[in-house]
């Protein structure tokens, strides 16, 4: 396993450069910035932050023109999207049920063993829909797997050798943010998970997202709806153990001290871990070795200093 380095958002406060040379890599950088969508490729601001040049995969790019000369490859990726979107809204329906329940329990100052019991058994019915839903995804990627196909596509072996030529040539891999369904359903499409491990990888955003075992949409305070964090899908799973949650500080009521234990509780053993603007995390064969301005939320509801040590 290659190194990983995990940053906070880019946007406003860019520290791939300082966290670079922090860790002493260096090489040719490539990047994926699929989950820009349109914006794809849009690499001045970043090019000029690192100061030398940089070259895109293009992955986005890449799926559309597959898509285009590959009608059936296209018709039938489109209807497993549908099947995702459709199993993640009779999950979401499920869940708010669920975490209302647990909200009202834990809400209370009651402590007594009966409460204690309840309060339990709520967490632990969170816990089952959360697994039960990530093996129903998993289902669906199989079934929809074997009906794409993807191995015997030529078009997809054509891409895939070409970006296999590109990644060896790199000696860094930048995994950019925006919509992390789009970025992850590409980084499949052309099986990248393989090549990601091949190389040091900087991600940020929704890129530090696929890269974790599982992804979770959250926003506690959203313009509408219930704000209820969310298993989204199964990562590429290149850093074991963690949540990543990004732009924690404004997305997340950290000051909630219930509502932080309860995800806390429900994402346990993984650590729930903020990435907000300068953070930095680094990963080295499968060790945390160093981080920076970022917080792993306690079971008790408060934040807590990353371990590096273990």
């Not at 402590?111 to 967490?123: F, G, K, P, Q, V």
């Not at 797997?145 to 030529?154: I, M």
């Amino acid at each position: 396993m290659s190194d990983i380095l995990v940053l906070g958002p880019q946007f406003r406060s860019p520290n791939i450069r300082a966290a670079l040379a922090r860790t002493g890599l260096s090489g040719p950088i490539v990047t994926i910035t699929a989950g820009w969508q349109e914006r794809e490729g849009e690499l001045a601001a970043l090019e000029g932050h690192l100061d030398q040049p940089v070259r895109d995969l293009r992955l986005y790019e890449r799926a559309e023109a597959v898509f285009n000369q590959d009608a059936e490859l296209h018709d039938t990726h489109r209807l497993r999207q549908a099947d995702l979107r459709r199993l993640q809204e009779l999950y979401r329906i499920r869940l708010a049920h669920a975490k209302t329940a647990a909200r009202e329990l834990f809400a209370t100052s009651d402590d007594s063993e009966l409460m204690r019991n309840a309060r339990r058994a709520a967490l632990s019915a969170i816990r089952r829909l959360d697994a039960e839903h990530l093996k129903a995804i998993g289902r669906i990627h199989a079934r929809w797997d074997a009906r794409l196909g993807v191995r015997t596509r030529p078009m997809l072996a054509r891409q895939l050798a070409e970006l296999e030529h590109l990644v060896e040539q790199a000696g860094i891999v930048c995994l950019a943010g925006g919509h992390v369904a789009v970025l992850l359903n590409r980084l499949r499409l052309f099986g990248l998970e393989r090549l990601l491990r091949t190389r040091p990888v900087i991600a940020w955003s929704a890129g530090a997202m696929a890269i974790s075992e599982r992804i979770v949409l959250f926003h506690d305070h959203p313009p509408q709806g219930a704000g209820n964090a969310e298993i989204f899908e199964a990562g590429l799973g290149l850093v074991r153990g963690t949540v990543f949650l990004p732009h924690a500080a404004s997305r997340l009521a950290l000051g909630d001290r219930d509502r932080v234990s309860l995800l806390t509780r429900r994402l346990s053993p993984a650590a729930c871990i903020t990435l907000d603007d300068g953070s930095m995390l680094h990963w080295h064969r499968g060790r945390l070795v160093a981080c920076a301005n970022s917080s792993r939320l306690k079971r008790t509801g408060g934040t807590a200093a990353l371990d590096t040590t273990r």
